[in-house]
């Protein structure tokens, strides 16, 4: 019981941190998503970043598009059953509990993140399917071992685990932190286990750039890096890359029943992949 409460005051205490007079980047991509989750400080920040670089519209639904198609992949083709998503954002519809679960009911999904709003959210709205499992760690991206640790209570870790780290790495600035996280996730999972991702491209659109520098102006304490294709296949060294390999995410396995998800698409500037542990 004393651990329970312990954890209770701590949740308690970092929601109080909680500002809405300033933008947060898990509310400012709600909005940019179509969520409900923000404020007009977040709303504000999202009107500045479209009038800098009108493109980021075209990012949320080909993101979403890019989602789903890795997670049919993983469990349809791969026969994955076990997820760890490491910065789960607010709920939105097509989490990866509800497309995995759709596929697959038996599904177990560890949601990870370090924001206490997102993790509230999260605990009161994602109910996991009969026979599978849902489970939150609070942790950041940048320290696997507690992520491994807190996860452990959803995931069979002697089992295939598909690693998601869907923009994530955007967040870690250091090349060298950046460069260690997927080694050390990977190690924790066995042969057969896959990572994916997707990342903002520096190397696809100009104008992201200054997008994303009125980002980390706007959000200090929350600062995104854009990194070219050799930079996102550097983080991936050792995987064996699914193909299409390391593609923009539009070109990655499209679905051209879809509406907005055909290979005719303007790539928008976000690199996506999906790699599996040898």
Same mark, same amino acid.
């Given at each position: 019981m004393a651990d329970d409460w312990g954890e209770d005051a701590t949740r308690r205490a970092k929601a109080a941190l909680i500002n809405t007079r300033v933008p947060n980047a898990a509310r400012v991509v709600d909005f940019l998503y179509g969520g409900h989750n923000n404020f007009e400080a977040d709303r504000k %920040?999202?009107? !500045?970043?479209?009038?800098? %670089? *009108?493109?980021? %519209?075209?990012? *949320? *639904?080909? !993101?979403?598009? #890019? @989602? @789903? =198609?890795?997670? =049919?992949? $993983?469990? !349809?083709? %791969?026969?994955?059953? @076990? #997820? $760890?998503?490491?910065?789960t954002g607010l709920p939105l519809v097509g989490a990866t509990h509800e497309v995995a679960q759709s596929l697959a009911p038996e599904c177990r999904i560890a949601y990870v993140d370090n924001d206490p709003m997102v993790l509230a959210h999260a605990r009161a709205m994602m109910t996991s399917a009969p026979g599978g499992a849902i489970g939150f760690v609070d942790a950041d991206v940048r320290d696997p071992a507690t992520i491994v640790a807190g996860a452990g209570a959803t995931l069979d870790f002697s089992l295939p685990v598909a690693v998601l780290l869907l923009f994530t790495l955007s967040y870690v600035e250091d090349a060298a932190e950046a460069a260690a996280v997927v080694p050390a996730l990977m190690a924790a999972v066995p042969s057969g286990s896959y990572a994916a991702g997707y990342h903002l491209a520096s190397d696809l659109d100009p104008v992201l750039e200054e997008a994303a520098r009125q980002w980390n102006k706007m959000m200090p304490a929350q600062p995104i890096t854009l990194r070219s294709r050799a930079e996102v296949a550097g983080l991936m060294a050792g995987l064996e890359l699914v193909p299409p390999g390391l593609v923009p995410i539009t070109e990655w396995r499209p679905d051209p029943d879809a509406p907005g998800d055909s290979s005719q698409a303007r790539p928008v500037p976000v690199h996506g992949v999906v790699a599996r542990k040898p």
């Open positions: %920040a999202a009107r !500045v970043l479209g009038a800098t %670089a *009108p493109g980021i %519209a075209a990012i *949320p *639904p080909a !993101v979403r598009g #890019f @989602q @789903q =198609r890795v997670l =049919r992949f $993983l469990v !349809v083709e %791969a026969g994955i059953r @076990q #997820f $760890l998503d490491i910065g």
